[in-house]
RNA sequence: GCGAGGGUGGCGGAAUUGGCAGACGCGCUAGACUUAGGAUCUAGUAGGGCAACCUGUGGGGGUUCGAGUCCCCCCUCUCGCACCA
């Protein structure tokens, strides 16, 4: 009489019945404590993938437990919905870009509530609608009251795949992050926001972050790129120009014997006009220009450089240094200006060796005289200064000091700090983006748009070709348009915004997410934030998660947020795998899930996900893991199936008196309570699931037996249900309504174990000799420490090995081990 | 080159503080039930001897009564950064 396990019925019920029930709805309630539970919301492409369905399996696991633990918990669910691949597919298939995003949201929503997702679908956001960009083109108004959003000229990458500016974050090893296409320099201009202005709040805030993962505090970190030194003003001679390098080694200022310039050097220009290296010089710069970016920064590459005629002062010694063009130096670091020390810096000294520059040791380590000649390599060790007038003698740490004080005190130096972070370029040349509000007018220059004529309403009938830059500029009606001040013909801003910014706070909207007034209520941001726990890809360690932190603090200057930072704990999920490489359609290997789900189920596919790998792991994909899945699914259909008369008509107590089969199933019944809800609040997940399987082992064992307890198995059954709850969402509901429950199992509290069953009665008592284990012998779980010793020596194994040498020593591990150490 | 994280059966992975290595699952083997089963249930499953025992967590050393776990050296894989002045 078992019906069979029919997981499309069950989970087309379930969630039928919790959506008409609205059971995830959430409202802020003061009286209760908080949860705010959030995964990275996805780009719209049509189609889930596995690492979506991990994301949020993983985050649904959390929302549950921590919902059935009595948090009010917050677990929206939104989309990332401007962006490139929208206006591909209009070039590529003719559709609007708008009408392709909006019909892929709609088939991502359905897949994502067929995994039985506990989302409060009311908050449901998309940053391309108006109601949400309006307020991020709010936000950028507010920036810029700030001045935090500004506009300037500049050198910045441009990604010839996509026909836009990247933001320097977005430019990995020379490549477009998005496309791979080798990004160019071009000198543009653009908007940015003022990133640096936080740059050390960025940095000293991340010991805030205790609960993110080292290595992503540490690639921050390396990315913000702080280091100390000092600027060194060199004088051109015959001028009475300088030009100014960072250093982090003032300490060897007299081993400075020639001087670099990046050759996008503002002042190349004017150091050679009209002088016989002119030419040469231009041509030089046009070679390393039309090198790429990674030829350029390849370590392995010779260094180039070009000697421009023209000398510079050594502030401390007064020689005259010459000065080169070097292909090494980026204009992008420091002051794009360096002062070589060959002796003392790899690079300077393989340029030097090219070159035939002289070569002074500055810095002399203990016990060996360094020699220029004879050096292979630069010594960039710790050492005395050497060579240094007045500093002679003194040891390199306290020289980088004190040669910052003699700067300071001429007037030609001081001390500063320096970061490779650079401010976020957010302009994008493309059309399915967040219109920049902003207005340029003849008499009136830059002119925001006037808060209450937003959003400015991205046009839709556009034509899209891929060519010839961005639609929007050609869109006249929209670039016409009148000066809010003077009200004289005007042109409007086509750029839209980084599709970064739009997910830089989206976090916060969720909080009130039909907000007309604002883009969120300080009410409920304060109730909410900080995120308790968000789960995403590795893949946004520096980029989104920066932004983030960088937009959270400016919002809380501005009074509109409460916390400085975003995200209060962060779990980086590893890669989903076939065949040990990520799915993607060039290999082959894509498994897609909603064919999963058709044919097993979304409970099937989120227990073997979660149950295959820990969650920070890479996992694995495993078609018979799956089944495996699949299977312990059906075992628990039909243990639950076969004793739901059983439990529905039991109303008795568990008797004070049991028989051991009974006190062992309870040990393991409220053993694995305990595991479980240890495992969850851990993340451990796949031994969590593993528990509960242990347990449906010994369940299955114990109903074999005559005589069986009904109270006990009752207990048993219902326990496994509420511990799988949070995993199989759907199958736990339907066998929770068939035993006979009225309200929603998900709804349910998280069940306790008692402290005195979760312990064993008897336990196995390791005999070791001399470290190797001689005997198994079981004892009752309180044995006292001269009982264990007894029984250990008693042992025949253990007499038998000790032989006729001595014991010298036991040690005891109290209810665990014997050592016996004899000789 | 620098930084981080790994290396445990045929496979995915367990082993909170140093204390039974290999939980759980996959696969495999055998048995039961069955007209049949690729369903289900039960048992076994690190390797070698097939018995007492011996050997085993990338390799080599060390600390310790005891090491997958701690320390030193080396090999190897993955990821991140990469001429950072």
């Given at each position: 009489?078992?019906?069979?396990?029919?997981?499309?019925?069950?989970?087309?019920?379930?969630?039928?019945?919790?959506?008409?029930?609205?059971?995830?709805?959430?409202?802020?309630?003061?009286?209760?404590?908080?949860?705010?539970?959030?995964?990275?919301?996805?780009?719209?492409?049509?189609?889930?993938?596995?690492?979506?369905?991990?994301?949020?399996?993983?985050?649904d696991v959390v929302a549950r437990y921590?919902r059935m633990?009595?948090?009010?918990?917050?677990?929206?669910?939104?989309?990332?919905?401007?962006?490139?691949?929208?206006?591909?597919?209009?070039?590529?298939?003719?559709?609007?870009?708008?009408?392709?995003?909006?019909?892929?949201?709609?088939?991502?929503?359905?897949?994502?509530?067929?995994?039985?997702?506990?989302?409060?679908?009311?908050?449901?956001?998309?940053?391309?609608?108006?109601?949400?960009?309006?307020?991020?083109?709010?936000?950028?108004?507010?920036?810029?009251?700030?001045?935090?959003?500004?506009?300037?000229?500049?050198?910045?990458?441009?990604?010839?795949?996509?026909?836009?500016?990247?933001?320097?974050?977005?430019?990995?090893?020379?490549?477009?992050?998005?496309?791979?296409?080798?990004?160019?320099?071009?000198?543009?201009?653009?908007?940015?926001?003022?990133?640096?202005?936080?740059?050390?709040?960025?940095?000293?805030?991340?010991?805030?972050?205790?609960?993110?993962?080292?290595?992503?505090?540490?690639?921050?970190?390396?990315?913000?790129?702080?280091?100390?030194?000092?600027?060194?003003?060199?004088?051109?001679?015959?001028?009475?120009?300088?030009?100014?390098?960072?250093?982090?080694?003032?300490?060897?200022?007299?081993?400075?014997?020639?001087?670099?310039?990046?050759?996008?050097?503002?002042?190349?220009?004017?150091?050679?006009?009209?002088?016989?290296?002119?030419?040469?010089?231009?041509?030089?710069?046009?070679?390393?220009?039309?090198?790429?970016?990674?030829?350029?920064?390849?370590?392995?590459?010779?260094?180039?450089?070009?000697?421009?005629?023209?000398?510079?002062?050594?502030?401390?010694?007064?020689?005259?240094?010459?000065?080169?063009?070097?292909?090494?130096?980026?204009?992008?670091?420091?002051?794009?200006?360096?002062?070589?020390?060959?002796?003392?810096?790899?690079?300077?000294?393989?340029?030097?060796?090219?070159?035939?520059?002289?070569?002074?040791?500055?810095?002399?380590?203990?016990?060996?005289?360094?020699?220029?000649?004879?050096?292979?390599?630069?010594?960039?060790?710790?050492?005395?200064?050497?060579?240094?007038?007045?500093?002679?003698?003194?040891?390199?740490?306290?020289?980088?000091?004190?040669?910052?004080?003699?700067?300071?005190?001429?007037?030609?130096?001081?001390?500063?700090?320096?970061?490779?972070?650079?401010?976020?370029?957010?302009?994008?040349?493309?059309?399915?983006?967040?219109?920049?509000?902003?207005?340029?007018?003849?008499?009136?220059?830059?002119?925001?748009?006037?808060?209450?004529?937003?959003?400015?309403?991205?046009?839709?009938?556009?034509?899209?070709?891929?060519?010839?830059?961005?639609?929007?500029?050609?869109?006249?009606?929209?670039?016409?348009?009148?000066?809010?001040?003077?009200?004289?013909?005007?042109?409007?801003?086509?750029?839209?915004?980084?599709?970064?910014?739009?997910?830089?706070?989206?976090?916060?909207?969720?909080?009130?997410?039909?907000?007309?007034?604002?883009?969120?209520?300080?009410?409920?941001?304060?109730?909410?934030?900080?995120?308790?726990?968000?789960?995403?890809?590795?893949?946004?360690?520096?980029?989104?998660?920066?932004?983030?932190?960088?937009?959270?603090?400016?919002?809380?200057?501005?009074?509109?947020?409460?916390?400085?930072?975003?995200?209060?704990?962060?779990?980086?999920?590893?890669?989903?795998?076939?065949?040990?490489?990520?799915?993607?359609?060039?290999?082959?290997?894509?498994?897609?899930?909603?064919?999963?789900?058709?044919?097993?189920?979304?409970?099937?596919?989120?227990?073997?996900?979660?149950?295959?790998?820990?969650?920070?792991?890479?996992?694995?994909?495993?078609?018979?893991?799956?089944?495996?899945?699949?299977?312990?699914?059906?075992?628990?259909?039909?243990?639950?199936?076969?004793?739901?008369?059983?439990?529905?008509?039991?109303?008795?107590?568990?008797?004070?008196?049991?028989?051991?089969?009974?006190?062992?199933?309870?040990?393991?019944?409220?053993?694995?309570?305990?595991?479980?809800?240890?495992?969850i609040?851990?993340?451990?997940f796949?031994?969590a699931?593993?528990?509960?399987?242990?347990?449906?082992?010994?369940?299955?064992?114990?109903?074999?037996?005559?005589?069986?307890?009904?109270?006990?198995?009752?207990?048993?059954?219902?326990?496994?249900?509420?511990l799988l709850a949070p995993f199989a969402p759907?199958?736990t509901?339907?066998?929770?309504?068939?035993?006979?429950?009225?309200?929603?199992?998900h709804?349910?509290?998280w069940?306790?174990?008692?402290?005195?069953?979760?312990?064993?009665?008897?336990?196995?008592?390791?005999?070791?000799?001399?470290?190797?284990?001689?005997?198994?012998?079981?004892?009752?779980?309180?044995?006292?420490?001269?009982?264990?010793?007894?029984?250990?020596?008693?042992?025949?194994?253990?007499?038998?090995?000790?032989?006729?040498?001595?014991?010298?020593?036991?040690?005891?591990?109290?209810?665990?081990?014997?050592?016996?150490?004899?000789?």
């Open positions: 009489m078992a019906e069979r396990y029919n997981h499309k019925e069950i989970e087309n019920k379930w969630q039928k019945r919790w959506e008409d029930q609205d059971i995830y709805r959430t409202f802020e309630d003061p009286s209760k404590p908080e949860k705010y539970i959030l995964e990275m919301f996805p780009y719209p492409s049509g189609e889930l993938h596995m690492g979506h369905v991990r994301n949020y399996s993983i985050g921590n633990n009595g948090y009010n918990v917050l677990h929206p669910i939104g989309y990332d919905a401007f962006g490139l691949p929208a206006e591909n597919a209009a070039i590529a298939r003719g559709i609007h870009p708008k009408e392709w995003t909006y019909s892929n949201i709609d088939s991502m929503r359905v897949q994502l509530k067929q995994l039985g997702l506990s989302y409060d679908w009311d908050r449901e956001i998309t940053t391309a609608s108006p109601d949400y960009y309006k307020w991020g083109q709010w936000l950028f108004l507010k920036f810029y009251e700030r001045g935090l959003a500004y506009r300037k000229k500049a050198n910045v990458n441009w990604c010839p795949g996509c026909e836009t500016v990247l933001a320097n974050e977005q430019v990995e090893a020379g490549m477009c992050w998005r496309c791979g296409t080798v990004a160019e320099i071009r000198e543009l201009e653009q908007w940015f926001f003022k990133i640096t202005d936080y740059t050390e709040r960025l940095l000293d805030d991340l010991k805030l972050l205790d609960g993110w993962p080292e290595r992503v505090r540490i690639m921050q970190r390396n990315w913000i790129g702080r280091s100390e030194g000092a600027l060194v003003d060199f004088q051109i001679r015959g001028s009475d120009k300088k030009i100014t390098v960072f250093t982090t080694r003032p300490d060897t200022l007299f081993g400075a014997t020639f001087f670099l310039l990046a050759p996008e050097h503002p002042m190349v220009n004017e150091l050679i006009k009209g002088t016989e290296y002119e030419a040469g010089a231009v041509e030089f710069r046009q070679k390393v220009a039309g090198e790429t970016e990674i030829d350029r920064i390849s370590a392995e590459k010779e260094k180039n450089g070009f000697f421009t005629g023209v000398y510079v002062i050594n502030p401390v010694n007064g020689e005259e240094i010459p000065v080169y063009l070097a292909d090494y130096i980026m204009m992008g670091y420091g002051t794009g200006a360096v002062m070589a020390v060959p002796a003392h810096d790899q690079r300077d000294f393989e340029f030097a060796m090219k070159y035939g520059l002289p070569i002074r040791a500055v810095i002399q380590p203990s016990g060996e005289m360094l020699n220029p000649d004879m050096m292979a390599q630069a010594y960039e060790g710790e050492g005395v200064m050497v060579n240094s007038g007045p500093f002679d003698g003194t040891p390199q740490t306290e020289g980088v000091k004190r040669v910052t004080e003699y700067l300071e005190e001429k007037g030609v130096g001081e001390a500063a700090v320096n970061y490779r972070l650079r401010d976020w370029l957010i302009s994008r040349q493309r059309y399915w983006g967040n219109p920049i509000p902003v207005v340029y007018c003849e008499t009136c220059g830059i002119v925001p748009v006037k808060e209450e004529d937003l959003p400015v309403i991205l046009p839709e009938d556009v034509g899209i070709t891929g060519f010839g830059g961005s639609p929007l500029a050609k869109h006249e009606s929209f670039v016409k348009t009148v000066c809010p001040i003077c009200d004289e013909p005007a042109r409007r801003e086509t750029d839209t915004m980084d599709t970064f910014v739009d997910s830089s706070w989206y976090f916060l909207r969720y909080c009130s997410p039909r907000e007309d007034k604002l883009p969120f209520t300080k009410e409920a941001v304060d109730y909410w934030m900080p995120v308790d726990q968000y789960i995403g890809g590795i893949e946004h360690a520096v980029l989104h998660l920066l932004y983030s932190r960088f937009f959270t603090k400016v919002l809380y200057d501005m009074g509109m947020v409460s916390s400085v930072e975003p995200f209060k704990n962060l779990l980086t999920q590893g890669m989903v795998l076939k065949d040990g490489v990520t799915m993607s359609k060039s290999k082959g290997n894509v498994v897609s899930p909603v064919s999963i789900i058709d044919m097993y189920g979304a409970d099937t596919a989120r227990l073997f996900i979660l149950f295959a790998s820990p969650p920070e792991k890479e996992l694995e994909w495993s078609d018979r893991g799956v089944e495996g899945s699949y299977r312990f699914l059906n075992r628990v259909w039909r243990l639950v199936e076969d004793n739901k008369q059983l439990v529905a008509g039991t109303t008795a107590a568990i008797p004070g008196e049991l028989g051991s089969a009974e006190r062992d199933l309870r040990y393991i019944v409220h053993k694995t309570i305990k595991r479980v809800t240890g495992d609040a851990r993340f451990s796949n031994t699931i593993s528990a509960t399987m242990e347990l449906v082992n010994a369940m299955y064992k114990y109903g074999e037996g005559a005589g069986r307890n009904p109270a006990v198995i009752k207990e048993a059954i219902e326990n496994l249900v509420l759907h199958l509901e339907e066998l929770w309504e068939g035993l006979g429950k009225e309200k929603s199992i709804l349910h509290a069940p306790k174990y008692d402290p005195e069953l979760a312990k064993a009665e008897e336990v196995t008592l390791v005999v070791q000799v001399n470290g190797k284990v001689r005997d198994k012998i079981t004892v009752a779980a309180d044995i006292s420490e001269e009982d264990m010793r007894r029984t250990a020596l008693a042992s025949e194994k253990v007499i038998a090995n000790i032989g006729d040498k001595h014991v010298r020593n036991i040690f005891v591990v109290p209810g665990k081990l014997v050592n016996i150490v004899a000789k």
